[in-house]
């Protein structure tokens, strides 16, 4: 049976360190490709705006979550493979 939401949050996992990484690195560039007719996400970028010291506190952050909601999938599907290989013994 797929695993759509392990999937779900791998990808979301996956986006969170990506953007995470470039606010990290370019965290000027990255705010400003958002901050003009952006359906909306112009409001989530405006406590960064001229603040780039902000915006790589929120990268690592972003960092740091994307790492963990990651390893909780790692152990969800150590866990998942464990028990059907039990279930499969029997």
Do not use: K
Request: aromatic share 6%; charged share 20%; hydrophobic share 45%.
């Amino acid at each position: 049976m797929p695993n759509w939401q392990g999937r779900a949050a791998e990808m979301a996992a996956t986006f969170m360190i990506g953007d995470g990484l470039l606010g990290l690195v370019q965290p000027r560039r990255h705010v400003a490709l958002w901050q003009d007719d952006a359906m909306g996400a112009e409001q989530l970028v405006a406590p960064f705006r001229d603040r780039p010291g902000r915006r790589r506190v929120y990268a690592l952050v972003q960092i740091a979550a994307g790492l963990v909601l990651a390893t909780r999938q790692r152990d969800q599907v150590a866990t998942a493979r464990a028990t059907r290989s039990r279930s499969t013994s029997t």
